[in-house]
Each structure stands twice: as C-alpha cells, then as structure tokens.
Antibody, heavy 120, light 107 residues
Framework: EVQLVDSGGGLVQPGGSLRLSCATSGFTFSSFWMSWVRQAPGKGLEWVANINQHGSVEKYVDSVKGRFTISRDNAKNSLYLQMDTLRVEDTAVYYC?????????????WGQGTLVTVSS | DIQMTQSPSTLSASVGDRVTITCRASQSISSWLAWYQQKPGKAPNLLIYKASSLESGVPSRFSGSGSGTEFTLTISSLQPDDFATYYCQQYNSYSLTFGGGTKVEIK
C-alpha cells in the first residue's frame, strides 16, 4: 500500500525557518518525481515545488523561489522542504504528493498534510 | 503562468441530480487536465486525468470532457459521499496551476 506521511509543521515567527519531511513507503520512491502542494486556511490548492527522481532537477512556484528548497533522500525514501525567510502568507497546510509517472504533472497519491503557521 | 478559472464557485444540489462543473484555461492546454475531490480536513483525491480518463477505483458516475481551453466534470447522479470541493489542475506547463475550486453543497 502506498503511504506518504507528512511531518514537521508548527508555529514559526516571520523570517524564521522550518523543515518539512515526508516519509514514504509502498512504492519505489527513487523512480518518481515528487512535489509539495499547499493550501492556505479556507483557500484553494497551490503547487509549491517539484523534484525529479535523482534530485538533480528542482522547480518552484515564483512566490517561494530563493526561500524554499526541495530535496530528497532516496536511501531513506523521504522528501523534504526547507523553508527559510518565512512570511505570514506562507501559512498553510503543506502536502507532499507523488507525481504520476506517465504524466509528469498530476498527483496520484498524497500525504495527510502538515500545518505551518507563520505568526508573531 | 496559465490561469485556471472554475465555475460556479458554489453549487447547491440534491442527491440524484446531474452536476456539471466547468474549468477554463487562459491558453490551450490540450488535454493536460486533472480533476480532484477534496473533503474537509483531508488531502485531495484524484478523480480524472488527461481530461477524460477515470482514475482506477473512482466511481463511473464521474466523467470528464473537453480539450484546449474548456473542460467539464460531470457527476451523473449525485450521491451523499460526493458533497465536497472539486478542483481542476493543468499540467501543460511546468508551472502547475489549479482552479479556484467548486464547493458542491446539499440543497
């Protein structure tokens, strides 16, 4: 059974940092692109970042470029999101998600989400 | 970036109704469109990909159509479990974008 378990969220002050983790199981992690998608409270979904199977290609939404870094450890079947210089508008539930291998662009499995709150 | 516009933003319907949600892209995305269902406090769930392909395990009352810039998600006979929010998402460009969502409420 494919499982993705998000963790690492919490309360942080503006300008602070946080590292999210996504532990995966039930599939060959190293064969899939992976993503982070977020959802601000009461709002819609927003793609944040993608990373390829080897960790050599990263893509970001413009609003987080230069502040967030997506990474992976294929030996640990884990995905990460390092979030620096956090802003109030980064407050959201963050989901890790597996990219469907045939498409390169939509998600077939999602984690349960972890809440990040940026507030003073 | 490609903008995705969904309508309506809220829809009130009864069990058994046929429901149609529209999604428009700001430029042609061919058939590179997915639909998701999301319930409160839960992660999104993939329903449709490539505009009209039904994800495995998704009930056949869900269907998708369209290409280019205009797409629809149809629920042929609304069931109690279908009251949720629905999102379209384009994957024609690397900057992946979602529609604003359509909340299907009980009438």
């Amino acid at each position: 059974e494919v499982q993705l378990v998000d963790s690492g969220g919490g309360l942080v002050q503006p300008g602070g940092s946080l590292r999210l983790s996504c532990a995966t199981s039930g599939f060959t992690f190293s064969s899939f692109w992976m993503s982070w998608v977020r959802q601000a409270p009461g709002k819609g979904l927003e793609w944040v970042a993608n990373i390829n199977q080897h960790g050599s290609v990263e893509k970001y939404v413009d609003s987080v470029k230069g502040r967030f870094t997506i990474s992976r450890d294929n030996a640990k079947n884990s995905l990460y999101l390092q979030m620096d210089t956090l802003r109030v508008e980064d407050t959201a539930v963050y989901y890790c998600a597996r990219v469907d291998p045939g498409s390169g662009g939509y998600w077939d499995y999602w984690g349960q989400g972890t809440l990040v709150t940026v507030s003073s | 970036d490609i903008q995705m516009t969904q309508s309506p933003s809220t829809l009130s319907a009864s069990v058994g109704d046929r429901v149609t949600i529209t999604c428009r892209a700001s430029q042609s995305i061919s058939s590179w469109l997915a639909w998701y269902q999301q319930k409160p406090g839960k992660a999104p769930n993939l329903l449709i990909y490539k505009a009209s392909s039904l994800e495995s395990g998704v009930p056949s009352r869900f269907s998708g159509s369209g290409s280019g810039t205009e797409f629809t998600l149809t629920i042929s006979s609304l069931q109690p479990d279908d009251f949720a929010t629905y999102y379209c998402q384009q994957y024609n460009s690397y900057s992946l974008t979602f529609g604003g969502g359509t909340k299907v409420e009980i009438k």
